[in-house]
């Protein structure tokens, strides 16, 4: 049965009413509610607040109200205590408002969630999050930027926040774990499904190491249709959403929407204009996002202290600096040893050095300097070309 | 000859009569010798051959009387029994009919006997007597000496290359009259020219076409030089089939020994004709729907080479190598470990040699354009890890040397540099080859890419400051203990095309920058 959206109106009521969800018998009509599926956020959030409770929500629904025939039909079979077995089976727990890992943020959502689903380490208040989302299709470039930024936050003490999606999600929850920090992944489906098969493997990884958080009971399959659901949880549980790659009418971008209306910031790493997956960041910036080159340029805005970083240029030997000078951008070993000078097995030698130092990468038969999360204009090769003997090509 | 009577015709032959000749068969790639025998005796006038006859061989039956009449000679209105010996082996091949042929104008005296004797006829009939080219000539002609023969008769076509074999005189034939003709002394088989192009052969693909890719053009030296397999993993129109091409042309000419290997083999598979013997080391590229018989060889009745034996002693290049079925790139594991090709049938089994060089293609995920300068890639996460899954696995271990092949732009190939020459290339080659075959002189083994890792890890000699900077990559970018003996055994090559007797961390430092990453996409993608 379609649900009908209430047209939109400026003076609906934020969060819930008081005494939302407070007490055992609320607590469970909570639950319940919480599984139903055929009820939009929306829909339920104006219903709550029309019948003041969670008991009298279901009691509604049951009666007919709102939801479809399925719904109702759970509403009289589901026992809060069956759910809560099914739960614990999937070792899965449920925050309502108000509760420890409830944050307080998703209730400036226009439609916050009734309450979430959650597996693997407790979702702290302390914590800070930063979302990082992008294309599920990402260009290599855009894959070295979730991880560099990714590993960045990690580094700086901030949690990094994505879906659990394929392309920048997966790399940027790769990159925080990776530099031994932690992630939270927010999925479309139901907090025990291990969706998409090729992410089985991370997905494990950060229910150990991080926290897995769904609005979905368990047993619900991955549907497309819930996804942009979730980019507002995303974006409810982050103090800042960075926008890797996108192509213009994404779910990336709906992401950044919902980050406004939590009023967190929204940050874009820019890209060539001819480039589709530059649509998105590119267009947010131009709204107004705040364009960031690299991990400096994030945690800057956000009034985080930079750790050190660890890779330096300096102390490099004559032939990998001036290997690594001639790397203006993704060049065949032949280029590098002709604008060097050295023949091509010193220049492979070079290179292969600097790619263990992880100052360069060489993919596809082209090396180009590492993207390490700083700001481009950092530039490594003056600075060890200030420090080495000054071998610079003049002019 | 005969003369007629008032009962009708009565040849001179009006007892039973017998004659042998002898016959070669190809089994495998080696020739066997196989006795024909003719016997002609009472009986509604038909053929029969016994001694396990395979079906071209019983086909022989039809083919053969036509021949013999054609050539102007008489076929015994009798019973005729041709036995093949010896009986236990089964006969493949249409060589075997001018044996036949040649066994029954025995036993009814149409051809003298003393001059077969010591002689090995092979050749394929046609109905109007003509002899025609067949395969395995070469290995016909070999297995000849072996048994101490003084003659083979092979086809006119042929004549070249069982001319390559020392040690017996060939007399080509062009039709089965001139061989009656010869047998009875009327007819001198022509001269053969062992050498009809007079040493000269068509011009080899040379390295100096490729422009650019000097990275490439390096690894094939490399893998010339220690004859190590290659995967080439670049976008289409990269070059990868025009580089593969030329690593024939920068390896060690081919000795008499092994063109004569390879030759038997292309004989064998009937690739020969008109050609003495291979001048230039065989390049084969199959195309990637090939079976496993074709690959490997096999097939149901005669054994024939497959690509990787035609092959031997040169190179074998798979395009497009994840669209090879599963089993047939599973197979090749033993060819590249042993250099042998073993086909086992109910019959019995065969060994086909295939030493070669590997060179294997592949796109860098299944729309090609990833790290492409130009155009983008839109390869999905998982379409891409499943693409590179399909590229790992137990082939791949045994390819040493793994290199990204771009596909240049414009101004890149604008701005490249003259290639050297092949012969050059290749003197630098045939320097580190010899430096191997010094170094495991006492060992039986060859070239750095077959010694076994244990030895490898002896004979690779590291400085200390190698085998520093080896550890150190090992523990930066998690080369596995395979991977770790794979970069040494190129390491050491590459120490030998520089003449270093101890390879230093230049040379590691080479070899680890021929080991493209074809992880997925994910964590254990190179060094960190």
Redesign the interface.
């Known amino acids: 049965m379609p649900v009908e959206d209430p047209p939109v109106d400026e003076t609906r009521p934020t969060g819930f009413p008081s005494g939302f969800g407070r007490g055992s018998r609320e607590a469970d009509a909570l639950l319940v509610l919480r599984c139903l599926l055929g009820i939009t956020p929306r829909t339920l959030h104006d219903l709550i607040w029309r019948e003041g409770s969670a008991v009298a929500s279901l009691a509604a629904i049951g009666g007919g109200a709102a939801g479809s025939d399925n719904d109702r039909a759970f509403v009289t079979d589901a026992t809060p205590a069956g759910i809560r077995e099914c739960l614990q089976a999937a070792d899965a727990r449920f925050a309502a408002p108000g509760d420890q890992e409830y944050w307080p943020a998703l209730l400036r959502l226009e439609d916050p969630p009734v309450g979430v689903f959650l597996r693997g380490r407790r979702l702290s208040l302390e914590h800070r999050r930063v979302a990082i989302v992008g294309s ?2 990402p ?2 470039a855009g ?1 070295e930027v979730a991880r560099a930024l990714a590993r960045g936050c990690a580094a700086a003490g901030l949690v990094v926040t994505s879906g659990g999606a ?2 920048i999600d ?1 790399r940027a929850h ?1 990159g925080a774990l ?1 530099a031994g920090g932690s992630t939270v992944a927010v999925l479309g489906s139901g907090i025990d499904q291990e969706y ?3 992410n089985r493997r991370l997905l494990r990884e950060i229910v150990a190491r991080g926290t897995l958080v769904s609005e979905y009971p368990p047993g619900v399959p991955a549907e497309p249709f819930r996804f942009p659901a979730r980019n507002r949880v995303i974006a409810g549980l982050s103090i800042g959403v960075v926008i890797v790659e996108g192509v213009a009418r994404s779910g990336t971008r709906s992401t950044a929407d919902f980050a406004s209306q939590v009023g967190i910031d929204v940050f874009g790493v820019p890209g060539p204009i001819t ?3 530059s649509e998105a960041p590119n267009a947010l910036i131009r709204d107004g996002a705040r364009l960031i080159r690299g991990i400096e340029d994030l945690l800057h805005d956000l009034g985080i202290e930079a750790p050190q970083s660890a890779a330096s240029p300096e102390g490099l030997p004559a032939d990998q600096r001036l290997a690594l000078e001639a790397l203006a951008q ?1 060049m ?4 590098v ?2 604008a060097t000078g050295l023949s ?3 220049t ?6 600097l ?2 130092r ?1 100052l360069v ?6 090396y180009r300097r590492a993207f390490d999360g700083s700001p481009v204009d950092a530039d490594p090769a003056s600075a060890a070309g200030a420090t080495g003997s000054g071998r610079r090509p003049s002019g | 000859m005969r003369r007629v009577t008032e009962r009708g015709v009565v040849g001179t032959y009006g007892h039973a009569m017998y004659g042998r000749v002898l016959g070669m068969a190809v089994l495998g790639v080696g020739g066997y010798p196989v006795t024909v025998e003719a016997f002609v005796g009472r009986g509604l006038p038909a053929l029969t051959v016994t001694g396990l006859p395979g079906a071209a061989v019983q086909d022989a039956r039809e083919r053969i009387r036509p021949a013999v009449e054609h050539a102007g000679l008489e076929w015994p209105l009798r019973r005729v029994v041709v036995n093949l010996a010896p009986a236990n082996l089964r006969k493949e091949g249409a060589g075997l009919d001018l044996p036949i042929a040649t066994s029954v104008l025995a036993a009814t005296k149409q051809v003298p006997e003393e001059p077969l004797r010591g002689v090995v006829l092979v050749g394929e009939l046609s109905l109007r007597g003509e002899v025609l080219s067949t395969p395995g000539v070469l290995s016909v002609a070999i297995a000849a000496v072996q048994a101490g023969h003084t003659t083979v008769v092979v086809p006119e076509a042929n004549a070249v290359e069982a001319a390559q074999v020392d040690g017996i005189r060939v007399v080509a034939v062009a039709s089965l009259e001139q061989l009656v003709g010869f047998l009875r002394g009327r007819w001198s088989p022509p001269e053969i020219d062992a050498d009809p192009g007079g040493g000269w052969s068509p011009p080899e693909a040379d390295l100096a076409d490729v422009r ?5 053009r ?1 690894a094939l030296e490399v893998a010339a030089a220690g004859g190590h397999n290659l995967l080439l ?3 289409p129109g ?1 070059g990868k089939t025009m580089l593969a091409r030329r690593l024939a042309s920068i390896l060690p000419e081919l000795t008499r020994a092994e063109a004569l290997e390879a030759s038997q083999l292309h004989s064998v598979a009937g690739l020969l004709a008109g050609r003495g013997v291979l001048r230039q080391r065989p390049f084969r590229a199959p195309h990637h729907t090939i079976s496993t018989a074709g690959l490997l060889g096999g097939g149901s009745t005669q054994l024939r080479p497959g690509e990787a034996s035609l092959a031997h002693r040169g190179v074998l290049f798979l395009d497009e190598l994840t669209e090879f079925r599963r089993d047939a790139i599973e197979a090749l594991r033993q060819p590249l470990e042993d250099g042998r090709v073993v086909v086992t049938r109910a019959g019995g089994s065969v060994t086909f040699p295939a030493r070669f060089t590997l060179v294997a293609a592949a796109n ?1 995920c299944p729309c090609g354009f ?4 130009v155009r ?7 379409h891409l ?1 499943r693409y590179r899954a399909k590229l790992s696995g137990p082939l791949l271990d045994r390819i040493d040397l793994r ?4 596909r ?1 732009t414009k101004h ?1 190939l604008l ?3 003259e290639g050297e020459r092949s012969e050059v290339v290749r003197a630098r080659v045939l320097a580190a080859r010899d430096r191997q075959l010094h170094r495991y002189a006492h060992t039986g083994w060859t070239s750095n890419a077959h010694v076994p890792g244990a030895l490898a890890r002896r004979e690779a000699s590291l400085t200390t400051a190698g085998e520093r900077f080896l550890g ?2 090992v523990e ?2 998690a080369l596995s203990g395979r991977g770790f003996d794979r970069v040494l055994k190129v390491a050491r090559t ?1 120490a030998d095309l ?1 003449g270093a007797e101890r390879a230093d ?2 040379h590691v ?2 070899a ?2 021929y080991r ?2 074809l992880e997925p ?3 254990s993608a ?3």
């Open positions: 599920r299709r260009s290599t894959v394929l392309g997966a790769e990776d998409p098969a090729t480039g589709p997956l993704p065949l070993p032949d280029a040893a002709r091509m097995p010193d492979l030698s070079a290179l292969v050095h790619e263990l992880g990468l060489g993919s596809g038969g082209r | 650019g890719q000097e990275q490439a390096r993993v670049g976008s990269a860098p990833r790290d492409d300068p983008s890639c839109d390869c999905r996460d998982d890890a290199l990204g092949v771009p240049l890149e701005g490249a540099a150190e990559a930066r970018s590459i520089d961390v230049e430092a080479e680890l920058s493209e990453a996409e994910g964590r190179r060094a960190s």
